[in-house]
């Protein structure tokens, strides 16, 4: 343990900020497995990725080897607008449950689109307009992508069309004219803009979108296009290799003080803030430095990792995309309309997939009345009211450290507490009205759509 006096924040000077990112592939004993073609089922070439992602990205992507990637000056200089974030150790929090664990967590909140999505918005926004292109597509669930997106293209002066999840635009006005002031477009989906919107919304009348379904449309409408690609904010290898600023930071923070985490818990939908969380202590972990557990917590109303099997699917409703490997619950899988603590995605990254195949990475389900429990008990100690999707994360720090209370360990657990909830609060008025359920899908129910998972050998 350590003798030097751990302070309330643990911030690092500018000049500590991490150069390069940390590519955790490059660690791997067995790799991610490679994006397939879904129409050939080999994998995805650099020259077929073109006509969706910028060229960079497209690197970035593929390159299961290169430790480290050099963070671009203007990148780094946008980041300097709200990092290094700090790590925040949770005495208040540790001092509420009288457990004998310490407490930290990693704030990801401190900037406008309120979340960690604009660590990675910056960088693919960058390595667009640096292709010289007019502007990017994506999709958004809860917002907070499309809102990074918006914000990092304001920044660059690049046009930006969001598709958003219908339940999200319509449950959440604010997001949607928060990318507006920063010049973003708009459009609910499943929309009548796209051919594969107004196919959906033929089959599915009334439904209230998914990810998958919103991700069809910007993918659709930056491949016909000229000068536009598209920019996913989670699930890809690039995106976590830009979250792993998050990791390295957390790293040097830690050794500032010596400490050692024993356990490293992160929320999962798309798998990005966890991948970055623990890229730096799961190299450490696969080369014997490190013997910490680390956890990804995920809804038990979408529960990919617990309940998923490990398989190719499409990323998208439309099949459009590229089938990539990871624990999905299947392409059109769309989580009860009860569900409000986001982490949505019906699948999971490839990357993290194999690390939790090779026994790496533990997987925890939680439900959500739980979870906006547990949000309500650390906003009222710590002060700072959490992102339902980080709530997940809150939740399993705070069981575990109850369980260090029975064994009286003095365990030292970092948890990603990645966003704030200032645009969730229709959730939690539900949560406090009493009119939140917790929907588990039946395994009848996953096996249906387990069974409708492309055959790919
Ligand atoms: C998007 C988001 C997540 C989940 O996405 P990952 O790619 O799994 O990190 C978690 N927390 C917040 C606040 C988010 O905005």
Redesign the pocket.
Known sequence: MSSKEIPYKIYLTESEMPESWYNVRSAMKTKPAPLLNPGTHEPMKAEELAPVFCEELIAQELDNDTEYFPIPEEVRNFYKMYRPSPLVRAYCLEEALDTPAHIYYKF??NNTS????LNSAIAQAYYAKKQGLKGVTTET??G??GTALSMACGYLGLDCKVYMVKVSYEQKPFRREVMRTYGANVTPSPSETTAIGRKILADHPGTTGSLGCAISEAVEVATSTEGYRYVL???LNQ?LLH?SIIGLETEAALKKYDIVPDMII?????????GGLIAPFMRDKIQGKLDARIIAVEPASCPSFTRGVYAYDFCDTGMVCPLAKMYPLGSDFIPSANHAG??RYHGMSSTLSQLYDDGLMEAVAVEQTAVFEAAERFARVEGILP?P??SHAIKVAIDEALKCKETGEAKNIVFGL??TGYFDLVAYQKFHDGEMNDYIPTDDELKAYAAKLPKVD
């Open positions: 990801e909140g309120g979340s960690h999505k669930g809860a907070q992508w904010g989670s699930v995106v979250q992160g929320c999962a939908g798309g798998g990005s803030n966890l986001g982490l992102a999707e980080s990645t966003g």
